[in-house]
């Protein structure tokens, strides 16, 4: 079974970049046929996809996020990132990584265990 | 694109069962079967407990059961446990490789 992990800062200064990776074991992202996704939860206001990147490089985000993010690929590593510019607080929350479950993208399994990141100065 | 809705919360009694709503639009819920619904408990990754509005993934509860009518989907927990206890999250192809979560409901387990 795939597993993910987050990995990356836990505190990011408003206006800064939240920069997030994911690391997939047992598993490869290169030639896997499957939508690698973020997601995060907002707090006291629930889950918000992020967006994703099918392992061909092709890339999906959030109209609402669209400018500020930006999805890659680091196949050789086996990893995959997020980042996200001009923060403020209401970036605050948990971010999850997540792979689609059967590689038409429309649902979401496995995820990450989640990672922290709180905008404050 | 607006959250889903979904009720705040919800309750029962161990063995009873309950239903989690989950309200949509036209542009998404009402225009794909694509409805999924993921269960979170505290400190817990997302799991997903119904795909597809009403597919199973192997290793789910079949207490665990969804449909869905016009604009709105539905999770069905029947013989409600303990472990049930958690919050529970729709979410909706949006169209145009988007998606949209609901609020979220947090279901009590009396």
């Known amino acids: 079974q795939v597993r993910l992990q987050e990995s990356g800062p836990g505190l990011v200064q408003p206006a800064q970049t939240l920069s997030l990776t994911c690391t997939v074991s047992d598993g490869s992202i290169s030639g896997s046929g499957y939508y690698w996704t973020w997601v995060r939860h907002l707090p006291g206001r629930g889950l918000e996809w992020i967006g994703y990147?099918?392992?061909?490089?092709?890339?999906f985000g959030n109209p609402s996020l669209k400018s500020r993010l930006t999805l890659s690929l680091d196949t050789p590593a086996n990893q995959f990132s997020l980042r996200l510019t001009s923060v403020t607080a209401a970036d605050t929350a948990v971010y999850y990584c997540a792979r689609d479950g059967d590689g038409r993208g429309y649902w979401f399994d496995p995820w990450g265990q989640g990672t922290l990141v709180t905008v404050s100065s | 694109q607006s959250a889903l809705t979904q009720p705040a919360s919800v309750s029962g009694s161990p063995g009873q069962s309950i239903t989690i709503s989950c309200t949509g639009t036209?542009?998404?819920?009402?225009?794909?079967?694509?409805v999924s619904w993921y269960q979170e408990r505290p400190g817990k990754a997302p799991k997903v407990m119904i795909y597809?509005?009403?597919k199973r993934p192997s290793g789910v509860s079949n207490r665990f059961s969804g449909s869905k009518s016009g604009s709105t989907a539905s999770l069905t927990i029947s013989g409600l446990q303990a472990e049930d206890e958690a919050y529970y999250y729709c979410c909706s192809y949006a169209g145009s490789s988007t998606f949209v979560f609901g609020g979220g409901t947090k279901l009590t387990v009396l």
């Open positions: 990147i099918y392992y061909t490089g092709s890339t």
């Open positions: 036209s542009s998404d819920v009402g225009s794909y079967s694509l």
């Open positions: 597809d509005v009403s």
